[in-house]
């Protein structure tokens, strides 16, 4: 049996063909998930984080605990999935042909908490929020108890995963005690025959002294891949050996709200929009400390193709056919 999880995005539910998100996905016995490459947003201010995960379902719903450990108790709300959408468009890099007057890759814009003794353990776990999201219904649990956790899971019919308590512990004894478990409501699938396919949106919102991003949880199940983060701080953003895709600051809002209402109303006039990715192995995973840059520049990506012009086409090929076609037109005549 194996326990999925995922970074910032999407998870496969049980038995789903495709799935990703952040945090670690735990299938009913027997049954499969499959993790993609993760993509997460943050947006970070005076000590609150908000973190958005695009959550895929595809494939034959069944049982499954989706786990996002998490270092305070959060709020839990839905959020339009047009936001990666959006931040896709509004960072989506220049395309130039080699030769065309640019010879780097560079493009620079010219754009004008909680506290322990609150609350008790029922065996080391205890509920302390429920909710429905989308088609999750949801459960927060406060643990301080890796075994107890695994033990809680383990009862309400998942396999104990191999790894599992070692990974507990670890969020546990760094005082991440809270954990978003969740499951799909069957009850608001409208899919024929238990099959589901869709994406959800999820927002959690805690206090945090710095921005962070749970990944070492992934360790469990993904193989490891490509994950791309957003983040909305005050100042431009980076993480450890971290590609710089885009880097903006938003001076108004207004300026792209008309094409990207999504992201309007989302940011804070005056943060950084940062855009970073890199491509984690299975012993890299680990969580990510998001950093202040030690730049303010802009920045985007510009990716270069080759191709040869029509005009150079025309005046290579075209023109020496015709000539050689007009002389032996007259050699014949």
Not at 111 to 126: K, L, Q
Not at 234 to 248: G, M, N
Request: hydrophobic letters at 35%; charged letters at 25%; aromatic letters at 16%.
């Amino acid at each position: 049996m194996k326990i999925f999880s995922c970074f910032f995005l999407c998870f496969s539910v049980a038995s789903l063909n495709n799935i990703s998100a952040d945090g670690g996905l735990i299938p009913s016995p027997s049954h499969y998930v499959y993790e993609g490459d993760q993509i997460g947003i943050v947006k970070w201010s005076n000590s609150t984080e908000e973190l958005i995960l695009r959550v895929e379902f595809h494939g034959d719903v069944n049982d499954f605990a989706w786990i996002v450990p998490l270092p305070a108790e959060p709020t839990v709300d839905s959020v339009s999935i047009d936001i990666f959408y959006q931040l896709r468009d509004y960072s989506r890099p220049l395309y130039k042909r080699r030769g065309a007057g640019c010879d780097n890759d560079r493009y620079i814009f010219e754009w004008g908490r909680y506290d322990d003794d609150e609350g008790t353990f029922n065996d080391g776990v205890e509920e302390v929020g429920s909710g429905t999201v989308g088609v999750l219904e949801y459960l927060i649990l406060l643990a301080d108890d890796p075994s107890a956790l695994a033990d809680y899971l383990t009862e309400h019919g998942y396999e104990y995963p191999s790894g599992a308590t070692s990974i507990f512990n670890y969020y546990i004894s760094k005082d991440w005690k809270y954990f978003f478990c969740s499951r799909v409501d069957t009850s608001l699938v409208n899919g024929s025959n238990g099959y589901y396919y869709g994406y959800l949106g999820i927002k959690f919102t805690f206090t945090t002294s710095t921005p962070v991003y749970p990944l070492k949880i992934t360790s469990l199940s993904y193989e490891g891949g490509d994950v791309t983060l957003y983040s909305f701080l005050p100042y431009k953003a980076t993480f450890t050996d971290a590609k710089l895709k885009f880097a903006k600051k938003i001076p108004d809002v207004g300026e792209i709200n008309e094409y990207f209402p999504a992201i309007a109303e989302f940011i804070d006039e005056g943060c950084f929009l940062t855009k970073l990715a890199r491509h984690f192995s299975k012993d890299e995973l680990d969580d990510i400390s998001i950093e202040q840059a030690s730049d303010n520049e802009e920045y985007r990506e510009v990716i270069f193709y080759s191709g040869i012009p029509l005009d150079t086409l025309f005046f290579a090929f075209i023109i020496p056919v015709y000539l050689v076609r007009r002389r032996k037109r007259r050699k014949n005549g």
